[in-house]
């Protein structure tokens, strides 16, 4: 079986893990994509790959995640640390950063689509924030980061203890607890 190129091998290894199969991650990627027709035999399917036809299908095709080239996220992260400096810097034109409200515009336009990247994804909010704000610029964040971060918001909440008074003894009135 053929598997695009563009899935890497922890990719794989992820997929298959979360459908009930092991693939020792100590496998080199041809020997796993050799061995790929065994590991479809033993998936457990669920909503997003019913079948075994979708599963090839999803391992033929190019796979969804982003990934840019090296040049690519060197001027990403150039462009969004440009835009988190200036939303910092309380949105001032000051030549350093930008000359006008159009540059912040056409850059965050410009790295929008790789919001799986943590500084895009501040640059954006940064930029909705700014008073200069044109468009109301989300990022493109692909389906397995935003499970991840709803997983970290979970994590993250803030504990509200509850309290309780109770009447004690005659010599302590009153019994306050935190639980």
């Avoid at 922890?10 to 796993?32: A, C, M, P, Q, Y």
């Avoid at 457990?44 to 979708?54: G, L």
């Avoid at 000359?99 to 994804?121: A, F, Q, T």
């Avoid at 980061?145 to 309780?164: G, T």
């Amino acid at each position: 079986m053929l598997v695009d190129k563009s899935h890497s091998k922890r990719d794989i290894v992820t997929l298959f893990k979360k459908h009930g199969v092991i693939i020792d991650s100590e496998l080199t990627k041809s020997n796993i994509i050799n061995n790929i027709e065994k590991y479809i035999e033993n998936v457990k399917y669920d909503d997003k790959i019913k079948n075994c036809t979708q599963l090839k299908e999803y391992l033929k095709n190019v796979s969804p995640k982003q990934r840019p080239t090296t040049q690519q996220k060197r001027d990403i992260m150039f462009k969004a640390k440009k835009i988190i400096k200036w939303g910092k810097n309380n949105y001032i034109f000051d030549g350093a950063t930008y000359m006008n409200n159009i540059d912040p515009y056409n850059d965050i336009i410009s790295i929008y689509m790789w919001g799986d990247l943590p500084s895009v994804r501040r640059a954006c909010r940064l930029y909705n924030y700014s008073p200069y704000c044109e468009n109301h610029v989300n990022p493109i964040i692909t389906r397995e980061v935003e499970e991840e971060l709803n997983q970290n918001k979970i994590i993250k909440r803030q504990v509200l203890y509850s309290l309780k008074i109770k009447r004690a003894e005659k010599n302590k009135p009153f019994l306050v607890t935190f639980h």
